[in-house]
């Protein structure tokens, strides 16, 4: 099993640019996040989706869209690049959220600088 | 608000024992992880809680007393590997998941 694998590793973005952040889990879960941690701080969730076809707004939404279309993949959309959205984003899945132990299995994450 | 507050840093001597405190207040609770990071990596789970009490696991144990809002992760034992920041997290009422800052421990020979 491959996890969860997220593309790009890195990217540089200039002011006003789009790009699609690819998210793949290959463990059959349900649940599937979008987090982005600034240096020195927590992880802050973007979106989440509980399953095929469903998502929703995480703490910091705007700037950000998201589609599930399959249990897989989960892609994160940035439309309009700004240098506040320069951070790492990491992409997570667990079995379910109201599991007993719903641990988040992350991917190895994708470095953006927006200039 | 939902808040869960850390200690940013602390420093700890190869061979001896750190404690890492965390305190939340969040709307509900259903269960509190920690987990580790190393720099440049992703987060990897160590622990869970969801009763008072200690969790123990090799090296590491976990402790939570959910009256006072309070946790502890305990390293036994340190390895020069143990240098990471360690995130605690916390499930609320929403079963989303609430994170800290992470406390960055630089272990030393």
């Known amino acids: 099993n491959a996890g969860v694998t997220q593309t790009p590793k890195f990217r540089i973005l200039k002011i006003g640019q789009s790009m699609t952040l690819q998210c793949a889990q290959d463990m059959n879960h349900n649940y599937m996040y979008w987090y982005r941690q600034d240096p020195g701080m927590g992880l802050k969730l973007i979106y989440y989706?509980?399953?095929?076809?469903?998502?929703d707004k995480g703490e910091v939404p705007n700037g950000y869209n998201v589609s599930r279309s399959t249990t897989e993949d989960f892609p994160l959309r940035l439309e309009l690049a700004a240098p506040s959205q320069t951070s790492v984003y990491f992409c997570?899945?667990?079995?379910?959220?109201?599991?007993?132990?719903?641990?988040?299995?992350f991917g190895p994450g994708t470095r953006l600088t927006v200039l | 608000g939902q808040n869960i507050d850390q200690p940013t840093e602390m420093t700890a001597t190869e061979g001896a024992i750190v404690q890492i405190n965390c305190t939340y207040q969040t709307s509900g609770f259903n269960g509190l992880f920690w987990y580790q990071q190393h720099a440049g990596e992703a987060p990897t789970f160590l622990s869970y809680n969801v009763l008072d009490g200690l969790e123990e696991k090799g090296r590491f144990s976990s402790f939570l007393s959910r009256s006072k809002g309070y946790s502890y992760l305990l390293l036994k034992e340190l390895q020069m590997k143990d240098s990471a920041s360690y995130l605690c997290a916390v499930t609320d009422s929403n079963y989303q998941l609430i994170w800290g800052a992470g406390t960055k421990l630089i272990i030393k020979p």
């Open positions: 989706s509980v399953g095929a076809g469903i998502t």
């Open positions: 997570a899945s667990s079995y379910s959220a109201g599991h007993n132990i719903n641990e988040q299995f």
